[in-house]
């Protein structure tokens, strides 16, 4: 688990230094969940991340309702906030990415959480200025085959409660 902290550690820096580059662009504070979707999954080793450190609160703790991620509280509050996966880290950041378009090629897209959309223009931020997804994930998956023997299975945030009500 050193590792996926580390790979933690590294990804709340890069997040850091986006943010940093245009702070009164970001409206993400404690209790906005408007990311926070139910049916977020991680990787095992994730997973087991989260399991290590609230084991109390999967054995007895409830999940949120449905329709929002199992780990808010009633205030909309992130329960597991220190130990949260990598998905929820990278949350409302500019994202680039590339697609393949049969009749393109490659294209840069791009998209942001509506609340962040404000300042420049999304299409006219640096690289440096967005989060670019893919090198991470790649990591994240090469950490989830040598945990998990070669498996890449996910696994929902609300089943890892026992008591799923």
Same mark, same amino acid.
């Not at 084991?55 to 991620?69: D, T, V």
């Not at 998905?87 to 393949?100: D, K």
């Given at each position: 688990?050193? !590792?996926?902290?580390?790979?933690?550690? *590294?990804?709340?820096?890069?997040?850091h230094?986006?943010c @940093?580059?245009? &702070? $009164? #662009?970001f409206h993400?504070?404690?209790?906005?969940?408007?990311?926070?979707?139910?049916a977020?999954?991680?990787?095992?080793?994730?997973?087991?991340?989260?399991a290590?450190?609230y084991?109390?609160?999967l054995?007895?703790?409830?999940?949120h309702?449905?329709?929002?991620?199992?780990?808010?509280?009633?205030?909309?509050?992130?329960?597991i906030y !220190?130990?949260?996966p990598y998905?929820? *880290?990278?949350?409302?950041?500019?994202?680039?990415?590339? @697609?393949?378009m &049969? $009749? #393109?090629?490659a294209?840069?897209?791009r998209?942001?959480?509506?609340l962040?959309?404000?300042?420049?223009?999304?299409?006219?931020?640096?690289?440096?200025?967005?989060?670019?997804v893919?090198?991470f994930e790649?990591?994240?998956?090469?950490m989830?085959?040598?945990?998990?023997?070669?498996?890449?299975?996910?696994?929902?945030?609300r089943?890892?409660?026992?008591?799923?009500?």
């Amino acid at each position: 688990m050193q !590792d996926l902290e580390r790979f933690y550690e *590294r990804i709340d820096h890069d997040v850091h230094s986006i943010c @940093e580059m245009d &702070p $009164d #662009r970001f409206h993400c504070r404690s209790g906005c969940h408007d990311c926070c979707i139910d049916a977020l999954s991680v990787f095992e080793i994730e997973a087991r991340n989260i399991a290590h450190h609230y084991r109390n609160l999967l054995l007895h703790g409830k999940p949120h309702p449905e329709g929002a991620c199992a780990f808010l509280n009633e205030s909309g509050e992130c329960r597991i906030y !220190d130990h949260r996966p990598y998905v929820c *880290r990278t949350q409302g950041l500019p994202l680039r990415w590339i @697609e393949e378009m &049969p $009749d #393109r090629g490659a294209v840069e897209m791009r998209d942001i959480c509506p609340l962040n959309d404000q300042g420049k223009p999304l299409e006219t931020l640096a690289p440096e200025e967005c989060w670019s997804v893919g090198p991470f994930e790649e990591e994240l998956a090469r950490m989830q085959i040598a945990h998990a023997r070669k498996t890449q299975s996910r696994i929902l945030l609300r089943e890892l409660f026992a008591n799923k009500e």
